[in-house]
């Protein structure tokens, strides 16, 4: 095997986060036959690929993020704020409309690499492409080969090739394999979520100081002093409190739909009538022609 396998190989190792699988792009149309908004983009009709979420909470692929148009770009800390040197100067503030909701939403200042994955949204395409024979897996590694078992340790889809090399490898010759075909029956078919600022560690804290998921080496450097705990410790206190918050916004839904719905026919209305004062102008003006044309030809008649 020749170094550059190798390292293609070993990318497992080294703990870089796994590309969503090209299989979006693997049916006979290019669009999968899937309606269902968990999986495919609102903006470009396809499985998400490297889905990430906006903060009005409305997921898309990144690529289409990047499509969108900028709505508006404000210099850091507004009109008001001091100067700052040059050298320490932040990028300016992007905001973009919501395709779905049409609210403005600005971007962070690390661009679309910095909006949080939707890791649901990554199981719940990888489970639909194994369900669908319409799809073909591809390899996690080298993108090349159809996938056909999966890490269980990595959560890395291999095919025959790089499933051979991934047991050939002395970190990862233990590691147990999954054949891909009986995952269908899953539920949910979960990937690591790996930090950001180190990509070889999983977030398997949370930091209640700074309401956020750590690794375990931004525990120590970043959140030393912070008060952290496991995720699994901490996950029932925050989903109870989201519980709780669904249950008191549950009452005003209804009036909520109600008012969405006036507002659909007040528009109606509107539309209709500047539709109507539209062809009364335009009949009056042609009117109008008419009736100075016939005194003209009269005064040249005359």
């Known amino acids: 095997m020749s170094v550059d396998e190798e390292r ?22 290019g669009h999968p036959r899937l309606g269902d908004s968990r999986t495919v983009c609102f903006v470009c009709k396809r499985f998400y ?13 990144s690529e289409c993020i990047r499509q969108l148009e900028p709505f508006s770009a404000s210099a850091p800390g507004g009109p008001g704020s001091a100067p700052r040197a040059p050298s320490i100067r932040e990028p300016a503030s992007i905001t ?53 078992r999966r890490c269980a340790v990595c959560s890395a889809n291999l095919c025959q090739f790089c499933c051979q090399a991934h047991r050939r490898q002395k970190k990862t010759s233990s590691h147990s394999m999954v ?28 930091c209640e100081t700074c309401d956020q998921p750590v690794c375990r080496e ?16 901490v996950i029932h206190k925050h989903g109870d409190y989201i519980r709780e918050l669904a249950k ?23 539309q209709a009538r500047a539709q109507a004062v539209a062809e009364e102008i335009q009949t009056f003006m042609q009117g109008y022609m008419r009736a100075v044309q016939t ?5 040249c008649a005359g």
Do not use: W
């Open 8 to 29: 293609r190989l070993g990318g497992c190792d080294s703990g870089s986060p796994f590309p969503l699988s090209s299989s979006r792009n693997s049916t006979a149309n």
């Open 49 to 61: 690929c490297d889905p990430k979420i906006l903060p009005c909470l409305h997921t898309f692929c």
């Open 96 to 148: 973009v409309l919501c395709p779905v909701c049409d609210s403005e939403v600005d971007l962070p200042h690390a661009g679309v690499e910095g909006l949080t994955t939707d890791h649901l949204a990554v199981s719940d395409v990888l489970l639909e492409s194994l369900r669908n024979d319409e799809c073909e897996l591809l390899c996690d590694l080298c993108s090349e080969g159809e996938a056909e």
């Open 179 to 206: 054949c891909l075909q009986d995952l269908k029956t899953c539920g949910r078919v979960v990937k690591p979520v790996l930090c950001r600022l180190h990509p070889s560690e999983e977030l398997r804290l949370f």
């Open 218 to 233: 931004c525990a120590v450097t970043g959140h030393r002093d912070h008060l952290c705990d496991y995720t699994t410790n």
């Open 248 to 270: 008191n916004v549950q009452p005003h839904v209804g009036k909520l739909e109600a008012a969405l719905n006036n507002i659909e026919c007040a528009q109606h209305t509107v």
């Open 295 to 299: 005194h003209c030809h009269g005064l």
